[in-house]
């Protein structure tokens, strides 16, 4: 059974940090690209990052030079730092391999 497990979310104040875990299992992690989405209400979900197997890494435009993703194979965990946040980050964040997904976590960033 695959389980994508988020983690990490809250509440913090315009120009603070987080960082989201996803911790996953029945998947094999290290051959895996994993993504973080994100979503809020009425909208389609939104790439927010990817990284590659391999380890090479992808940013949407809003938050390149702010969100940082990266792997620990190890841990079979894919993390988002997200640093600078911005109101307009907020969104229920969803981290993915294929065709799987997790039950996402909310980030609110108030002003």
């Known amino acids: 059974q695959v389980q994508l497990v988020e983690s990490g979310g809250g509440l913090v104040q315009a120009g603070g940090s987080l960082r989201l875990s996803c911790t996953t299992s029945?998947?094999?992690?290290?051959?895996?690209?994993m993504d973080w989405y994100r979503q809020t209400p009425g909208n389609q979900r939104e790439l927010v990052a990817r990284?590659?197997?391999?380890?090479?890494?992808n940013y949407g435009n809003s938050v390149k030079g702010r969100f940082t993703i990266s792997r620990d194979n190890a841990k079979n965990t894919v993390y988002l730092q997200m640093n600078s946040l911005k109101p307009e980050d907020t969104a229920v964040y969803y981290c993915?391999?294929?065709?799987?997904w997790g039950q996402g976590t909310q980030v609110t960033v108030s002003s």
């Open positions: 993915a391999s294929s065709i799987f």
């Open positions: 029945g998947i094999i992690f290290r051959l895996s690209a």
């Open positions: 990284i590659t197997a391999g380890g090479i890494t």
